[in-house]
């Protein structure tokens, strides 16, 4: 593969004029299976290359481990590009924001309290370090230096929104060097970032939706010479729990995509195909207020969810077309899509009563304890103490990471949301000595700004008419394997109480991709066939979560709900049709 140089007049490959033109696809939120349907439309989209970030906490859920395979097979990714001829833009952080869980940051750097992020720290270097070892080790021989697609590497992740310390920019560019990153490498930000963000000599791009001749005048005046790029061309967004699904016309994306390479600027697309937060990987947003992120990263691209092209596809393509040469193939067709099943959920297990059976082990300690110091990365923590006096009490916890469910002797007494800043809760112990337990759900750890350093549990003290709670027991449950739980008939006369597992089985003759419906049901997750799909809330704006067509199987397939509080209902439904909710007007 040609080598991509920096000039003063812009980018050359193999010593010939070269515009980069990219999109976005993060293999982590596409089904492997799927990877090179997705690479095959970039081409045919008009795209030269694609972009993707490198999920660190993915790759190394325990500090000193680094895995590569199924899912997180980024050799494979790779493979694939380069035969359908795209280049890769490489974004491997360490942080990559990305609406992904922590922004990419492993949990486990939490367990040290006092730890800085994102800075010079020993502590986070030395993690980084090893990091970049295992990551350059396994990518290296796909740098375009040794024949590889991987023309360029990013350094961090707009830094310029979170500190100005370029010793830091500094120390990740000499890692990445030592580890053996021989291609260029450029920094990313926000047009008034950019001087914060830029580290001599490696290329400034700038990040933006719209102004895009303001945005690359601001580049310009960091960078006098050299490539115009815009890194991150945002031609839709994320949505979050409780808002509307985002969406922005085509027509309106197409002519600020139409300005920037009339302007001569590199681009790549913010996504072209965003894909999925499968399983329990959304980020959040903390500016004074939390806001978790939905299952579905559709971000209303080109490639929809599910893969097939939506309006912006030929928009992009017809504009692309003017600059660069576009194959002369047809717009791919929508790709075939489940017929409506019915499933009914016939068997059922609760989760408070086989905790031990599918958590683990319980550490008792004179305090709650957070999910990082049980080395946990995701999921639930069960706490559970006693409360000494009997009557009417009020429950207070220092700080609720994200959502409590409160429960008295087994019954359910109420609900604590870190999104609405409670911390409080009025209730009636029935008899001294009463069971306290709480179940406490990671919504996604905050993916930007000083806020990411968002360790999850009941955090400070916790007590009870005004006396110290003590004597906790602290249960990690990270949901990890649906099929532990030891399920009964469900009694639709006597329903369980509180948050239950729910399974059944559907017939399906095609597997196809389709979309799974959970009207009458509230909160919770869902498998099939034990592959997490992901979260669902009543509260929207998504209804439906995205059902890749490998997860499925001709005849039976198990569905698995983990309802956290009750439906109306014991049947989902497979569709052939999303619904990501009402759009703003």
Not at 125 to 149: F, Q
Not at 247 to 252: F, H, I, L, Q
């Amino acid at each position: 593969m040609p080598r991509l140089e920096i000039a003063a007049d812009g980018f050359r490959l193999d010593d010939r004029p070269f515009r980069i033109i990219s999109g976005g696809l993060h293999y982590f939120r596409v089904h492997p299976e799927q990877w090179a349907d997705r690479l095959h439309k970039a081409r045919l989209l008009g795209l030269n290359t694609v972009e993707t970030y490198v999920p660190w906490n993915l790759h190394a859920p325990r500090r000193g481990e680094f895995h590569v395979g199924a899912g997180l097979d980024l050799p494979r990714f790779l493979d694939l590009a380069a035969a359908e001829g795209l280049h890769v833009l490489l974004r491997p952080g360490p942080y990559i924001c990305a609406e992904w869980d922590g922004g990419g940051l492993p949990s486990w750097l939490l367990a040290d309290e006092d730890i800085e992020l994102r800075s010079r720290d020993p502590r986070y270097l030395k993690a980084v370090d090893d990091y970049l070892e295992s990551l350059l080790a396994t990518v290296g021989p796909y740098l375009s230096t040794r024949g590889g697609p991987v023309i360029a590497v990013q350094l961090e992740n707009e830094y310029g929104a979170y500190g100005d310390d370029s010793g830091y920019l500094s120390d990740l560019a000499e890692l990445l060097r030592q580890h053996g990153a021989d291609v260029p490498l450029f920094t990313c930000d926000q047009p008034s970032d950019l001087e914060r963000g830029g580290l001599d000599g490696v290329l400034r791009t700038v990040n933006l939706g719209s102004r895009v001749e303001a945005g690359l005048a601001a580049l310009r005046r960091q960078q006098p010479e050299g490539p115009l790029m815009c890194s991150e061309f945002w031609i839709g967004w994320f949505d979050r729990w409780g808002g509307t699904h985002v969406t922005r016309s085509a027509e309106d994306a197409a002519a600020d995509l139409d300005r920037l390479l009339a302007a001569g600027a590199s681009v790549n697309l913010y996504m072209f195909h965003g894909g999925t937060n499968f399983g329990l990987t959304n980020g959040a947003n903390d500016k004074g207020t939390y806001r978790p992120t939905v299952t579905s990263y559709d971000y209303d691209a080109p490639l929809d969810e599910s893969g097939d092209p939506g309006p912006k596809y030929a928009a992009f393509r017809e504009v692309i077309a003017r600059y660069a040469p576009v194959p002369d193939e047809p717009v791919p067709a929508p790709a075939p899509k489940l017929a409506p099943a019915v499933a009914e959920l016939t068997a059922c297990a609760s989760l408070m009563e086989q905790a031990e059976r599918i958590g683990g082990t319980a550490v008792r300690a004179d305090h709650p304890v957070t999910m990082e110091e049980l080395g946990q990365s995701s999921g639930f923590i069960l706490y559970e103490t006693t409360l000494p006096e009997a009557g009417r009490t009020v429950l207070r916890v220092g700080h609720v990471r994200d959502r409590a469910q409160v429960f008295v002797d087994g019954q359910p007494i109420g609900v604590l949301e870190r999104e609405n800043h409670e911390h409080a809760l009025t209730f009636l112990v029935p008899r001294p000595g009463a069971r306290l337990a709480v179940l406490v759900e990671n919504q996604g750890r905050v993916n930007y700004g000083r806020a990411m350093h968002d360790r999850k549990g009941l955090l400070g003290a916790v007590t009870a008419g005004g006396l110290t709670l003590g004597d906790w027991y602290s249960r990690p449950l990270p949901l990890n394997d649906p099929s532990a739980p030891s399920f009964t008939p469900l009694d639709p006369a006597e329903p369980p109480v509180g948050p239950a597992f729910h399974r059944g089985h559907v017939d399906i003759a095609r597997p196809a991709d389709g979309f799974i419906a959970l009207d009458g049901w509230t909160k919770g997750h869902v498998w099939i066939n034990g592959f997490a799909l992901g979260r669902y809330w009543s509260r929207g704006p998504q209804t439906t979560l995205y059902v890749p067509a490998p997860v499925l199987r001709p005849g039976r397939n198990e569905i698995t709900v983990l309802e956290l509080h009750g439906s109306t209902t014991r049947t989902v439904e497979l569709r052939g049709t999303p619904d990501l909710g009402p759009v703003e007007d």
